[in-house]
């Protein structure tokens, strides 16, 4: 295990540096229909992970973020200099000496999704030093995460689709969510077999990842909540058409949430979306800063009396959004799923709609299977 169950015993606890950061990234083919998975604006064949190690007082933090390999590059220069040497038991001091060492080099985007990775890895680290779970190290307001199943890709054939939402409620999964509007005339059928599928009782969501315009948007809003009592749309138009989101939120079914901010980077990114133009905030740990960013993000959500729902990577968002006073849940997201069962020991699964971090690991509870992930490595190597 990379961090042993008890607090460290030999050196003071006031005075750990950060002795090394390392980088690695795996790329894992996705499970799709021929090797391709489809949402609304996107097709992919692969999910890469970038993980971070960060070494101190004979203690190893993980921790990680999905985005192209080039992160990994980014981590390694202009970050892993800046942490080392560093106060292991401060990781948001470090958080922010990364962002002020990346001004020029771009903070939002791909600097911020490498920051969280390294981020997580010092809150980790911190956990594993103090041998406490990760979550109790925050100031937590929760012990459990409660989720809803996501995946259902738009070139799911009906049966995959319907097979893998049912299987979700089948496993006390209340609340599910397809991704839609790549052809849009192919929805209603969607819809309805995953209906079926799940029955009356669970909540439907679904996700357009941007792909309408607004009237287009208003149309399927109405549509989806009084055909298919769909209760979430995800991104209908873009994130960052706030006005359109605005519009949606004033204008659709009152029973229908609007909902987005995955691919808010910076706390500018989420400010506008709280002023009126989401009914829920998303917040994604692997790219808004870390941990230190999500605690961040979640006070200002609880500024503007807004639930902030946690945006995939659920081993690492299940500890960090213990942290977040207006939680309201974590996509449990397919790949990601994958990935980080095939990486990681310790991941998570579902209980009663809920991830529960377990109390008597320490950190994230994680360890890598460096034998299973040296297969997919496409960065760095194993010391």
Known sequence: MAGSPGPLKDAPLKDVRVKDVRVHAFT??????????????????????????ADAGGRTGIGYTYGDVSLAHFAESKLAPVVRDRDA??????????????????RPGPGAMAVSAVDAALWDLKARLLGLPLYRVLPAFH?????????????????????????????????????????????????????????????????????????????????????????????????????GLRMLRDRGPGRLEIAAGEYGYVLGDFTGLLDGAVD????DVTRCGGVTGVLQVAGLAAAHRVDLSAHCAPALSAHAFCGVERLRHLEYFHDHVRVEGIVFDGTLSPAGGALRPAPDRPGLGLDVKWADAEPYRVHGARR
């Open 280 to 283: 829920c905030l998303q917040a």
């Open 143 to 243: 012990d459990e995460v409660p989720v809803y199943g996501s995946g259902g890709f738009t070139n799911y054939p009906l049966d995959r689709l319907a097979r893998q939402l049912g299987d979700w409620v089948e496993r006390g999964i209340g609340r599910v969510k397809l991704k839609t509007s790549r052809d849009p005339a192919r929805d209603p059928e969607r819809l309805t077999a995953v209906r079926a599928a799940i029955g009356p009782g669970a909540e439907l969501f679904a996700d357009a990842n941007g792909a309408l315009t607004r009237k287009d948007a208003l149309y399927w809003a109405h549509r989806m909540a009084d055909e298919w009592d769909v209760r979430w749309f995800e991104e209908p138009v873009s994130g960052d058409d706030l006005a």
């Open 28 to 53: 894992v083919p996705t499970d799709g229909p021929d090797g391709v998975e489809e949402d609304g604006t996107l097709r992919w064949d692969s999910t890469t992970m970038v993980l971070v190690e």
């Open 89 to 106: 038991l401060a990781p948001a001091a470090a958080w922010h000496a990364m962002f002020a060492a990346i001004r020029n080099a771009g």
